[in-house]
């Protein structure tokens, strides 16, 4: 016993010298790096960057995605002022084109409007008649007469402006993947700049197609679309705000930050809508284009003075060399030969290399079948933005006041569903997640305890019955206590230290000679006094004894480590937990927003008052819940390091139903406007009835695997 003893105090010093050796180390292990300085398979290197960021840099030098919310407003709010009006403008310019292409003869023209010059003479009254046609130009467009109503035009004008996002869908086609490549390499502040230079491309295009029209009008309409789609479009600068707020947000959070992103964009869509419409009522639509390349120009500004890069591989060395230490030299390697693979790759050729995210291979069924969620559900939405103007004006007359206030009231649902509806449905479903959980941790202890309630009543009953019950119960309990000390004496040397339990052996040994010869056996009071002596000559002296001390020391310790190593895999856990839970939520509001967008197509369709479709545009304005979702698990299947290469092969696919969006949606409404206008709505109805059936097969082990092996 006494060698036994002296051997395992001997390893308690050295495992106390070797902790001693480590105490530079945090007890507290890092969870994101392991033993051998990689990764951990289960965490996620964007959770370990966001960390690194918020640890070591201020709030005005931290990448954030609250950075994008004061810009997304900014630009909303003159982009909505702008759309209030532009469908008209262009509406307006087209009519125009149409008499000037087509000579008064126009039987069919000359019945609807009565003489085409007295239509030509109506044209240019009303788009000069605004006071700021003095600021620059002649023709400022108001609102098209209603001599522009009649079938023709509208038949030209859907084909004039099918045409023209065909134009631009084909450009952003071949340019989209390119620049969202770049970005990967060279960072998303620097994109974003060529998303507004591309602005006030088409802000200038707009302004020069005001004054002179007649001379470069109509080839400038389809000039500004090419040149639009070359510099990547309005796609761009979504992408980039999408990718720039993936590169600094957990998995976990990163649905309610594109939430937010898309409430900010909202909210200035809804001041910005009304106030257009005003504005272009009162002072005409040149008075907005000024507006804008204000707000463009400022806009620039914060994004060069203010906005921090979000690239890990462009920030200060000190944050690379921590980020590049917690990945491991793996992760490091794999994002080096990434950023390796786009250089020397022609910009034409990108869009061939985007489409290879969409290539089967057993894992990515859910990428894919998101992928086509977006096509589809981009060629249902852009052919409504294509059609909104024209069905509204020919159906209920519309203005481009009752147009403003259409989107306006859009604007407004879409940003109270991002901010009540969406956070109450997360918080719906983490209650009913947890108390499921608890339900399940629950389960076992409520099987084994009615065995425990049976045990106890049975003792109960028998200590009533037997007046040596407890006395046969103490013997059950020392008996146990009696095999651990033989078992494993070195912990009863640790706790001896304690004075504590030293004075709770002496008593152990004062009530084993003090039980009377009726409760128990004379062998078994024995057998108890002979352990207690034991212990008593065993207890060490705390004068002069130090090995002890030492060995207690190192248990704790030992304790400490342990705990803290339960306390990091616990983390963990939690960690991968909310990651699935998170990816399990954002597919089901996925699958809801696509039952309700769907739904609300159709009721379009049915409208026959104006407030029956204002009614219709409302609800189908809660569909926008589904779009961070999308975004969101779209991110969650491929490395932080291809970030800006996915979106931008997903903008690809959408750019491609761009293209295809005029030929399906606005030739149809070009062949049915005379017969059945309200037919679109149907077809935007099944392409969306599509995606709601496509997103019941997204399958949710998948997933699992993924945020596993993160």
Not at 118 to 123: A, I, K
Not at 164 to 173: E, P, R
Not at 279 to 294: E, P, R, S
Not at 510 to 525: K, T, V
Request: charge should be neutral.
């Amino acid at each position: 016993m006494a060698a036994d003893t002296s051997r395992r105090l001997n390893t308690s010093e050295n495992t106390l010298l070797e902790a001693d050796q480590r105490e530079d180390s945090p007890l507290l292990s890092d969870p994101s790096i392991s033993t051998d300085g990689t990764q951990e398979d289960n965490v996620d290197a964007t959770t370990i960057y966001a960390q690194i960021l918020e640890e070591h840099l201020p709030w005005h030098k931290r990448p954030s995605a609250f950075w994008l919310l004061p810009l997304y407003g900014m630009v909303a709010v003159s982009g909505g002022m702008l759309m209030a009006a532009l469908s008209q403008f262009e509406v307006t310019l087209l009519c125009r084109e149409y008499m000037n292409r087509y000579p008064p003869s126009n039987s069919t023209i000359l019945a609807a409007t009565g003489a085409a010059t007295q239509l030509t003479t109506t044209l240019l009254n009303t788009m000069t008649r605004s006071p700021s046609s003095k600021l620059m130009g002649e023709v400022n467009a108001f609102s098209p007469p209603i001599e522009c109503q009649v079938p023709e035009i509208h038949a030209f004008t859907a084909k004039a402006l099918a045409v023209m996002q065909v134009l631009g869908g084909i450009c952003a086609t071949l340019s989209i993947g390119y620049w969202a490549s770049l970005s990967d390499k060279h960072g998303r502040v620097k994109l974003m700049l060529l998303g507004g230079f591309s602005n006030l491309i088409m802000l200038g295009c707009l302004a020069i197609m005001g004054k002179w029209w007649d001379q470069v009008g109509f080839p400038l309409l389809y000039i500004m679309a090419t040149l639009g789609g070359l510099l990547g479009g309005i796609g761009l600068n979504a992408t980039m705000g999408m990718a720039y707020a993936a590169d600094c947000t957990a998995v976990s959070k990163r649905s309610l930050i594109f939430s937010w992103l898309h409430a900010s964009l909202f909210l200035g869509l809804m001041i910005g809508q009304p106030i257009g419409g005003v504005l272009a009522n009162k002072m005409g639509f040149m008075t907005l284009i000024q507006i804008c390349l204000v707000t463009t120009v400022i806009s620039g500004g914060f994004i060069v003075f203010l906005l921090p890069e979000s690239l890990p591989s462009k920030q200060s060395p000190h944050i690379r060399r921590l980020y590049e230490e917690a990945i491991g030299p793996k992760a490091v390697q794999a994002a080096a030969s990434s950023k390796r693979s786009q250089e020397n790759v022609a910009w034409h050729s990108h869009v061939v290399r985007s489409l290879r995210f969409f290539k089967p291979n057993g894992n990515n069924t859910n990428f894919i079948i998101l992928a086509a969620i977006s096509f589809l559900q981009t060629l249902a939405l852009n052919g409504t933005f294509s059609v909104l103007i024209l069905y509204t004006n020919k159906v209920f007359n519309w203005t481009e006041l009752e147009d403003g206030i259409l989107l306006s009231m859009s604007s407004f649902v879409r940003l109270i569903s991002l901010l009540v509806l969406l956070p109450v449905l997360v918080h719906s479903f983490h209650k009913w997640n947890n108390k499921k959980r608890g339900a399940l941790a629950a389960g076992p202890q409520a099987h084994d305890r009615p065995n425990k309630k049976d045990d106890l009543i049975n003792t109960s009953s028998s200590s009533s019955t037997h007046p040596w019950a407890a006395a046969e119960r103490q013997d059950r309990n020392d008996t146990d206590t009696n095999d651990i000390i033989g078992d494993h004496p070195d912990r009863i040397l640790v706790g001896l230290n304690d004075p504590t339990v030293a004075s709770s052996i002496e008593h152990l040994g004062e009530a084993a000679l003090n039980l009377s010869d009726d409760e128990e056996s004379f062998q078994e009071r024995r057998r108890r006094q002979s352990s207690a002596t034991l212990l008593n000559s065993t207890k060490p002296n705390y004068s002069s004894t130090s090995s002890s001390s030492n060995s207690a020391s190192t248990s704790r310790k030992q304790s400490v480590g342990s705990e803290s190593s339960q306390t990091s895999q616990a983390e963990q856990q939690k960690k991968l937990e909310n990651t699935r839970d998170a990816l399990k939520l954002d597919t089901w509001i996925i699958r809801l927003g696509f039952l309700i967008n769907s739904t609300t197509y159709v009721g379009y369709g049915l409208a026959t008052e104006p407030w029956m479709f204002y009614l219709w545009s409302s609800l189908h304005a809660i569909s926008i819940i589904a779009a961070p979702s999308l975004k969101s698990l779209i991110t969650s299947q491929v490395e932080p390091s291809q970030f800006g290469a996915v979106l931008g092969a997903v903008q690809v696919l959408d750019s491609m139903s761009g293209i295809l969006s005029p030929i399906v949606i606005s030739w149809v409404y070009a062949l049915t406007v005379g017969t059945m206008p309200e037919f679109v709505w149907y077809t935007c109805a099944a392409l969306t009835g599509i995606c709601t059936i496509l997103s019941f097969m997204i399958r949710q082990r998948q997933f699992e695997r993924r945020a596993s092996n993160a």
